[in-house]
């Protein structure tokens, strides 16, 4: 049974960094390529960033030169540095594998 457990969320000025983590477990971690997503309140998930089992990135143009999503395969671990956060980066955070599975979601909230 695959399961994505995200952490690392929390509250923060705007200007801040965070970093969030999801850790996989029950699956070939270093086969799948990973994602974070993101949903704010009254809005539709979105997708933030992936990278790809052999380590390539893609990101939002909203995120882009803040964001930098890497891996570490050794740990099972997606990570989603975070810097320069605004207030509408706050959103509740999910973490995907290519297999469509999703963890439970971690809270970001920037304050202004």
């Known amino acids: 049974q695959v399961q994505l457990v995200e952490s690392g969320g929390g509250l923060v000025q705007a200007g801040g960094s965070l970093r969030l983590s999801c850790v996989a477990s029950g699956s070939i971690f270093s086969l799948n390529g990973m994602a974070w997503y993101r949903q704010a309140p009254g809005k539709q998930r979105e997708w933030v960033a992936s990278?790809?089992?052999?380590?390539?990135?893609n990101y939002a143009y909203s995120v882009k030169g803040r964001f930098t999503i890497s891996r570490d395969n050794a740990k099972n671990t997606v990570y989603l540095q975070m810097n320069s956060l605004k207030p509408e980066d706050t959103a509740v955070y999910y973490c995907?594998?290519?297999?469509?599975?999703w963890g439970q979601g971690t809270q970001v909230t920037v304050s202004s």
């Open positions: 995907q594998d290519t297999l469509d599975h």
């Open positions: 990278i790809s089992r052999l380590g390539g990135t």
